[in-house]
């Protein structure tokens, strides 16, 4: 079943308007990648978060890790066109050495 | 950043016939290669890991004799999707990790569209 959810599934933004999407486990994670897929392509690394309560930045990008080691949220501060795609989180378990990916984030930005 | 390659890109085959997907790591060696896949609009799907000179691990769902994986090397696997149907047709993606743990680093392939008539 399912490991890891994603919320939401659709966002659509004004260009400069902020996006955050949301990644829950039921279950503690190890530690946590983004990956970010353009239409038509394949997934391309973001970052990786492994301690409780970690943040990382990259330029507009915020990357959280729940201290619980059980969500994660990306937050986008003033979105732009370039920033159009489907944002996956993918998860994973102790003990298993491989990521369940979450049902992804589309992310629409209007000019 | 590391460079996986797949080919076919896309295929067209006949309902019945078997199609053979190959993921290559051009410059590394790949210890374990994933394969996920993909259907329209929907997530990544984990189908196996594969892990060089050992036999896949498949997950819960996923027929093994229906998708063989082969790891001859670090630097190649193979997926087969044997007597294709309507059904199988999806967008296949595989991944190679550089070491053994999921803090390692996965790096996608472009991925291959299967298209089963």
Known sequence: ?111 | GAVVSQHPSWVICKSGTSVKIECRSLDFQATTMFWYRQFPKQSLMLMATSNEGSKATYEQGVEKDKFLINHASLTLSTLTVTSAHPEDSSFYICSARVGPHATNEQFFGPGTRLTVL
């Not at chain 1, 391309?44 to 930045?57: A, D, M, N, R, Y």
């Not at chain 1, 920033?83 to 992310?107: E, P, Q």
Request: aromatic share 14%; hydrophobic share 30%.
């Open chain 1, 1 to 111: 079943g399912q490991q890891v959810m994603q919320i939401p599934q659709y966002q659509h933004v004004q260009e400069g308007e902020d996006f955050t999407t949301y990644c829950n486990s039921s279950t503690t994670l190890s530690n946590i990648q983004w990956y970010k897929q353009r239409p038509g392509g394949h997934p391309v690394f973001l970052i990786q978060l492994v301690k409780s309560g970690e943040v990382k930045k990259q330029k507009r990008l915020t990357f959280q890790f729940g201290e619980a080691k059980k969500n994660s949220s990306l937050h986008i501060t003033a979105t732009q066109t370039t920033d159009v795609g489907t944002y996956f989180c993918a998860g994973a378990l102790y003990n298993f050495n491989k990521f369940y990916f979450g049902s992804g984030t589309k992310l629409n930005v209007k000019p």
